[in-house]
């Protein structure tokens, strides 16, 4: 065998770190493997030059470099980008490695025949004066097997940065660490590197670990509250195969997970989010479950029960284990257990309060939202057209595959928009079933707009391209909906405004709301480099027909793929950018894991994976979206007068220029024809209430920008629309 012997480059990150880190550079600089670097990075240290004084007495011996404090996510993305090793091997300011962790870890990649492998040891923790605390070694508690399944470790908390070793070919894979993440980035890029690639533990403590008061985890504002966001959406993100993989099925994978987090941490709402999920998965269990044995003493059955149900949410610690179950089983029998168990879970449920909205966003953990105020509930049937259009300005793309259960309500969300002149394109992807060809034949003699296209089935991505080509060819915008979501009324026309008044931006997109299996809000600023690394975004948008051709399209031939995500990723590699509006226009339905393209494209991530890969590495630029949440609308009063005056109203037109002055019960005299203009930001809680009583509802702060409102409220009492 030849000798291996690759460069690996250490990374020391230090912020403020004179009292410990000339041992962490003596450790690195002791190595008995020679061939690295060790790469010091001060990350604008404030203290009166000590950290620089310690760094530069190291001379050549070291590559120092010092930069603005930025957190340790910018420090060690700058050591990654000034690095010359092969492998990445990080080390606190305040731990130590001892002689032989290069080298035991080398040696171990040396026998594998996948030297991309990521290398883990164990570590000691020990105290200020580098003395012996406990350990963390993985090989006491799990097997060989266990450890090398990929995340395994991760979420039983066996993934010390310092411990690991990392080929840095794996940065241009995933990216690097999220600067946003101020302690966590951590254990967010071990997330992303470590469900596409190999593992390896191996056996040895070689990293002390050192504990003292000045770690971040005890003095950074918001620690809590960014570990129970970490947590709660790597469970999120985990597909059903990942989550076997783990714990050989999701209800021990959220009852581990729920313990793991319990016993050693504070993140109280990923505890409660983990245990709801476990109670979720029992649910599913006992509905299949087969009762056999003895009938046990109604009170010893009451007694558990109430240990069940009865408890604070402060301290979850319920007794959920195989004994307590078989108890109430045999007490009730197997119908019995079932109906009861519907009520446990039912009243857990109700006790703690949760609900999708704690976990999803900061910004959405106040807003009350109505989810059954759904698009397309009714239609309303005066705005039918029965004859054809001169031009179709938009585009609506549908691919449709036997889905006759949901497509009315979509018909009736696309026939209510405000915005008359588009063309609805169906394309029927080769569906054999009766029910869902006939209600398409429904939906086609409803309104002159809609076309239906039949082909042979090749999957989502080759049906919307297929629908483009034969779409209007006068039309200059396309709109991607999916046939079982809906849009709000007024979502084409104030996109199609947005687009016009932003002639550089390739789409225009809303937030959104999950309906169905699953409710929540999903309201997310764009990042570009979020984006490179999880989709924020969705198929429905308003996009310029120009630069969806200049791309492509979707040009995917597999069925099962990320086609969204890595269309955005296209757009944005040709220095494309989109506007995002600042009002929830868009509903999508979350159905079953079985049915849903998500679900199918997550099944097959490693192949998804290598286009998102293939595309994210051409976008060179910076982007930043156009998005109305950020923007300040400076509307003086003079202004105001003017749009009033240039009202030549032929429509029932409320106008609100302030809230203080929009009385809700008067909205009740309403009739349904009647319009309200905001030119303040109407809250999504209030915008519903407005909604039962008023159908039009255009909340100008939130898609365009002021220079056009006169422009825009002049078409709308003219009836330009």
Known sequence: MSKFTPKVSIIIPVYNGSNYMRDAIDSALNQSYKNIEVIVVNDGSTDNGATDKIALSYGNKIKYYKKENGGVGTALNLAIEKMTGEYFSWLSHDDLYTRNKVKAQVKVLQKLEDKKTVIVCGYTVVNERKEYIWEINPYENYTEEQLDTPLFGLFKGLANGCCILIHKSHFDRVGTFDVSLKTTNDYDLWFRIMRDAPIKYHKGLYVKSRYHQGQDSKTVTGYTEECNKLWINMMNSLTKEEIENIDHNSYLFYKNTYKFLKNGSNYYRAIIYAYYKMLEQLKIRVKTAKYTGPILKKSDFHKRLTKLILYKPENPDIPVNKNVIDKIRYSLGQRGFIQTIKLVVKRIYEKIRFNHTLYNNSSTENIAFDYTLQPGRNLDESNICTSPIEKADISIITA??????????????????????????????????????????????????????????????????????????????????????????????????????????????????????????????????????????????????DDFLSVDGYNLHEKGIYEDWNLWLKLLAKGKYPVRMNFIGFWYRVKEHSQSELYRANSNRKESMKYINKTKKRIKNSITAMQYSNIEHNCTPSYIEQILKGCNKKRNIILIKNI??????????????????????????????????????????????????????????????
């Open 400 to 545: 449709f595959y036997n889905d006759y259960k949901y497509i009315m309500q979509t018909a009736a969300s696309v026939i209510n928009q405000t915005f008359k002149h588009f063309e609805w394109v169906i394309i029927d992807d080769g569906s054999n079933d009766e029910k869902s060809l006939a209600k398409l034949k429904e939906i086609e003699k409803l309104d002159s707009r809609i076309r239906i296209l039949h082909k042979q089935n090749e999957g989502l991505a080759v049906a919307r391209d297929y629908g483009v080509k034969n779409s209007d060819v006068n039309s200059e915008y396309l709109f991607i909906l999916d046939s079982d979501d809906l849009i709000e009324n007024t979502y084409l026309e104030c996109a199609y405004w947005t687009l016009e008044a932003n002639k550089n931006a390739a789409w225009a997109y809303a937030d959104l709301a999950n309906f169905g299996e699953q409710k929540l809000l999903w309201i997310k600023p764009f990042d570009l480099e979020q984006e490179k690394k999880n989709n924020l975004l969705v198929c429905t948008a308003l996009i310029r027909k």
């Open 660 to 721: 203080e002055e929009l009385d809700i019960n008067k909205l009740v005299e309403c009739n349904k024809d009647t319009i309200l203009i905001s030119l303040v930001n109407i809250n999504y809680s209030l915008r519903q209430q407005i909604s039962k009583r008023i159908n039009i509802i255009y909340d100008l702060t939130t898609f365009i920008s002021t220079e056009y409102w006169l422009d825009f409220v002049k078409s709308i009492v003219e009836g330009e629309v």
